[in-house]
Structure formats: C-alpha cells, structure tokens
C-alpha cells in the first residue's frame, strides 16, 4: 500500500528467470540501444557525405515555412493538382507547423482531393468502385459477424458509423444525379409535348 | 507495376504504376518481397493524417531485393536481400549524428517535426511505400541491411517496424528491476513491448485491450497477465487495485489515435478529425501510472491537439517519453534476442494477402476480424 513506504512485493529474479526466457538480458541500462538517449556518433551512421547531394526539383516542391530551405531529398509521390493542390501550397506557404490553420487546410484539402479524384475516375476506363475499394468482401471471407458478435469488443459503438460516413456521400451524390437527370428527361419531355402540341 | 494506392478515406485499390526511378545518385530501387500492414497506417487509412493524397502508395514495413543502385551507393549491389527501417533518414544531419534516426532534418521538407518515413503522407516526406512491386529506398548506404543468411524472412520483416518499436517502446519506458508495466494495447506493437519489458527486467506485464483474441496472444505470447478494459467499469482503477493502489511503475501506450473506450474522443478524432487523435490510452495511462513513474507513448498521433490530461501528468510528476522509434539503432541488439530465442516475432504473423486483395487486407486488419493481428502482404513479382 503507498500508505506506507514499503515496495510492494514482487517474484524474485529466480523465479521470473524461471518462468521467462532471457528475463533480466537487457536489466543493465548500458545494453538496451536506445540509451542514451542521444550519443554523438557521426560516424556510425553510414553517411559519407557531411551533406548529401542535393535531389532534382522536378517541380516546385512545397515546404514548411520552418525549413531554411528545401530538403536535399524528399519524396516525389503525387505532386499537388487540383484545387486540392492550391488549398495546399496555400496551407504550406501561409502558416506554420504551430498553426492550427496548417492542418485544418491540409485536412480540407484531403477531403476535396478525394471528390476531385473520384470525379476524375468517372473520366477513365477505372471508375472507383466504393464497394471494392473498401475491401467489403472481407466480411464474408473474414468472418465479419462472428468476430463482432457476442464479443466485448469497444470499437463496436461507433463501427456502425462507417458504412454511413463512407457510403452516405456516394448514395447522396448518386441521389443528385438522379434527381438531375430525371428533371432533365421531364423538361425534355415537356418540350416534346409543346412543340407537338 | 502493381501497387497498392489510396483512393481517399476507408478505400485502396492496386493499380498500374510506373517503376520507382532513382532520383539520387545514393537511392536504390528494391523489388519487395513482403510488405506488412501496420496500425499506423490506419491512421492513414482512416484519413486522419493531414496531407494523405490521393495516388499515393502506402507501406513502411518491407523487405526486399536490391534491383538497381544509384551512382554513389557503396554498400548495396543488385541482388541483395535487405531489410529497410520505416525511417527514411539522411545520416549527416543534426539529429541523424545523435542517433535520433527517426528524426532525419533532410529528409521531409513539408514537416519539421517528423522525419521522413515510406508511404506515410506527405506530412512525412512525401514518399510512397512498399505495399508494392517496387520501392524507392532513399540513402541505401545508410538506412537498409543486408538480412543475415540465418534470420527468417518474416522475423527480418518485422525487424522493420513493429518488433523495434516495441523493443524500443520498452526502453523509453526506463524499466527498473522489479517494475509493474502496464501496456496498453494488444496490436503487434503492444505485445512486442510486452515481451521486450522482461527482458528489462519487469516483475509483473499487465497488457490491456478490448480485443480477447488480441490478449489471448499477450497471454501465450508474451506472458502477460491481460485484462479486457471492456469488461470493466473503470480500467484505471481496476489498474490501481491490482497494483496495491499505487498505479503502474511504467505505462506503456501502444495504442495511439484510434483508441476506443470513450465513444466522444473517439468519434470526435477518428471520424470527424476534431482533434488529432484520440487520447483515451494515453489519458488511461496518465491515471493509470503511479506518482513519479514513466510513460512511454509509441501510439502515434496526428500533429494537431487532443485532449489530454496534462495537468495530471504534471501533478504526479510523471515522465513522458515518445518518439518514432530510429529502427536501425534497435538492430544489433535485436538480432541477438532473436537468435537467443528471447523475441520471436513472427509468431504473431496471422494472414498471408496477395497485393492483388489489399483492400480486404485493410478492412480485415482496420476491423479486426478473422482474429487478425499482423497481415502481410505478397507481391506477386
Ligand atoms: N512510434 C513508432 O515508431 C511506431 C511504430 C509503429 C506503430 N506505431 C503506433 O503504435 C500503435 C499500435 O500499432 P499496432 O500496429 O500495434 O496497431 P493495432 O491497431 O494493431 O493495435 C492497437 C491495439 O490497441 C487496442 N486498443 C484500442 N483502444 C484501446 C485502449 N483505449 N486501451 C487499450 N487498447 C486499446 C486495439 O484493440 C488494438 O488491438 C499505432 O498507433 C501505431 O501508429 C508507432
Ligand atoms: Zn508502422
Ligand atoms: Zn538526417
């Protein structure tokens, strides 16, 4: 009890060496590799360079305004496109790691590319498919009724909302282009009838 | 090639993309063997992680075969087989001169605070993964190994990330003989920083989920006492009756952002991005350790706030330590434990998916079905 100062008592050394293999290996703080926490050792590293050589800016790469300057490497997966693209280079050239601002563009941003490509797929011989893409077929193939039912699982509170986060703005979006091509088709319709008439 | 690609939140498919190239005269290209999945990369698959594009290929955990080396590579030749670190990291910098790996100044130019790391958003580089045939290895004289002949191929993959990680995860938690440690989380971090905490030196592991097929292996696996959080009124202080009222000498959290427990953290981060993610282990852990001990987060979390009790932190005068963990520095040490037989990582390997099926790989493993804990994705080439 912390009402007092004893230490609570505990399995020997023995016993727990007994009971676990390489128990205790790592006890002195002088074998685990993470301490100390920081050790200057250049050298161990790999590099042969005191600074690399600097990688092709193949397009004008966006950096936090915390950088001095452009990283010597960085990656090159999906440069910005879109109003996607212009929501970002803002968020990177206008406001700082500190700033919420930053992160709720950059979140916008991720929001607004998803619609601009899933518009885009439209265009092309792959339209997304949120039926596959979301790897549904799991549920047969994985058990999805038995590993949820009759479980103390947590997550099942709130598991119910992703079908509806994720399905709702497609069945919503499907919903507008019905109701558009139905009123177009009705106009048509109307005219028809008064040049007939 | 083939490669898994993110389509925007919950959706992934494999496309036709082109071959990574060398863009640096120290890049390599390595044609992947196996890749895994990780729990941080639902962070990204949840769309929880600013700057998460659209086309991108996700996948920092992954072992290959050198294809092609830049002009200035001096350790690596087409052909061999090697194990890369999560981190992409520089090797000269600052930080990368300290040791602090994970931490690389030269290699992400959209974030200061995080280094770079494979497939893992442009807040983190900008660099896509290994859930592919091919991946671009920046820095191949510094970051990649070449996998010893006698290491299992799946052990050398999850030498990568999760089984560092955990190992490390244990470490920052400042483990003294005779600890209580606590871990919450029973994913393959948590029960990897379980098993490393007796090689510390702790007297009792406790790990806690809500997942029993996730405990049932903390049990077997790393000789855990568990505890299923959901089955209780208030976790913390089941923790506190079980450790005689004083709390747990280190918590360790290996749960980060998704965390489930509390039904308004959870949807406020995970599905409306409210905060940046959700601090319930985090919170638990906070209550949970005794006065004066340690806390150890390897959950990850997004670089916006959350809402955590840090004035209880203060008021115990509790120490926090986090990070990304820098994988390579775990390396030698970690080699050793498995070939001692003390880590044996790929016991908790539980589905084998082509990365033709990636998308049901990241529905299985995001909602934990089929009793999964560590899928890991095959490439066909
Ligand atoms: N620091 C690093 O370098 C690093 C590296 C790898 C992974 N990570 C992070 O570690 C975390 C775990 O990774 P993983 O691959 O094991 O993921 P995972 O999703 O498989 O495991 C997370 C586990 O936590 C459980 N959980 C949820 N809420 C909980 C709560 N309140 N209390 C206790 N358990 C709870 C889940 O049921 C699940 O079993 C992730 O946040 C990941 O991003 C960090
Ligand atoms: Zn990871
Ligand atoms: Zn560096």
Redesign the pocket.
Known sequence: MPYTPDQPPTASPEELRARIPGWGVDLDPADRPAVPKERFAPDEAGAHWHFPERQEERWPRERSIEHAQLTPVFGTSCPPKGLSGVIRKHAYRTYSEGRAAHWLLLLGADRVDAWESHLRSFFTTRPDNPITQTGLRAEFTGHGLASRLGRNRADLNHQWLDPIIVGGPWIAAGGVVVSVVRRARRRRARRAATVEG | MRAMVYRGPYKVRVEEKDKPRIEHPNDAIVRVTRAAICGSDLHLYHGMMPDTRVGMTFGHEFIGVVDEVGSSVQNLKPGDRVMVPFNV?????Y??ARGL?SN????NPNATAVGGIYGYSHTCGGYDGGQAEYVRVPFADVGPSVIPDWLDEDDALLMTDALATGYFGAQLGEITEGDTVVVLGAGPVGLFAAASSWLMGAARVIVIDHLDYRLEKARTFAHAEVINFAEQDDIVVTVKKTTDYLGADVVIDAVGAEADGNFLQHVTSAKLKLQGGSPIALNWAIDAARKGGTISVMGAYGPMFSAVKFGDAMNKGLTLRMNQCPVKRQWPRLLEHIRDGYLRPREIITHRIPLEHIAEGYHLFSAKLDGCIKPVIVPSA
């Open positions: 990291y520089c090797g000269s910098c930080f990368c790996y690389c100044h030269n290699v």
